[in-house]
């Protein structure tokens, strides 16, 4: 079955640190890849997403690129601020059930200053 | 525009009550969806629908019962609580439209529901 795999954290950096989340994927067909961010005590928001290969979505310094010959879709910013503090969920829409989203377990980011 | 509301924000309840957590959207957005956050294991599907009177299971729906009357409200009822149940409870919604799998689903601000 459809699945996503996301580096576990904590993830602890300094401010303007490089970020690197890793996420890979599993899934039959060409899902649209997202990635969406938590800030403490709050629901889930878009950061950005991509719907076919090679697509590169980015949002508020963040990028990441739909990488189908190696299934992966790795979340990256240059210059981390102690804002960007939260939970970072990879997530896929699966194609046979309505696009229903199928996430990864979510990497904690700590920014300190 | 609201987005997504839920209500209650915070419940406790005893091992066999029963209750309901109450979700509305104010987008018209044909499929909504209710997922738990269980800590190391990432959001999972409860129960989905496509429009009013369509509901599906989705990974974890044992517990839980869903209908949609109309297309604003989605409401989830915990039968008979356990302490398995225990979470945090996200509602969400999402257009229907043509290439509805690119679109984003818009998040409630969730539930944290205890069960002793």
């Known amino acids: 079955g459809n699945s996503v795999t996301q580096m576990e954290g904590p993830v602890t950096l300094s401010e303007e640190a490089f970020l690197t989340i890793n996420c890979t994927y599993t899934a039959t067909g060409y899902p649209s890849l997202f990635w969406y961010v938590q800030y403490p005590g709050e629901g889930l928001q878009l950061l950005l997403k991509?719907?076919?290969?090679?697509d590169k979505g980015s949002n508020k310094g963040f990028e990441a690129t739909y990488r189908k010959e190696t299934t992966s879709f790795h979340l990256e910013k240059g210059s981390v601020q102690v804002s960007d503090s939260a939970v970072y969920f990879c997530a896929l829409s699966d194609m046979g059930s309505q696009g229903n989203l199928i996430f990864g377990k979510g990497t904690k980011l700590s920014v300190k200053p | 525009n609201a987005g997504v509301t839920q209500t209650p924000k915070f419940q406790v309840l005893k091992t066999g009550q029963s209750m309901t957590l109450q979700c509305a959207q104010d987008?018209?957005?044909?499929?909504m969806s209710w997922y738990r956050q269980d800590p190391g294991m990432g959001l999972r599907l409860i129960h989905y629908?496509?429009?009013?009177?369509?509901?599906d299971q989705g990974e974890v729906p044992n517990g839980y019962n869903v209908s949609r009357s109309t297309t604003e409200d989605f409401p989830l009822r915990l039968l008979s609580a356990a302490p398995s149940q225990t979470s945090v409870y996200f509602c969400?919604?999402?257009?229907?439209?043509?290439?509805?799998?690119?679109?984003?689903?818009?998040f409630g601000p969730g539930t944290r529901l205890t069960v002793t």
């Open positions: 969400a919604s999402r257009t229907a439209s043509t290439g509805y799998a690119t679109y984003e689903q818009y």
């Open positions: 987008m018209n957005h044909e499929y």
């Open positions: 629908s496509v429009g009013a009177g369509i509901t």
């Open positions: 991509a719907t076919k290969a090679d």
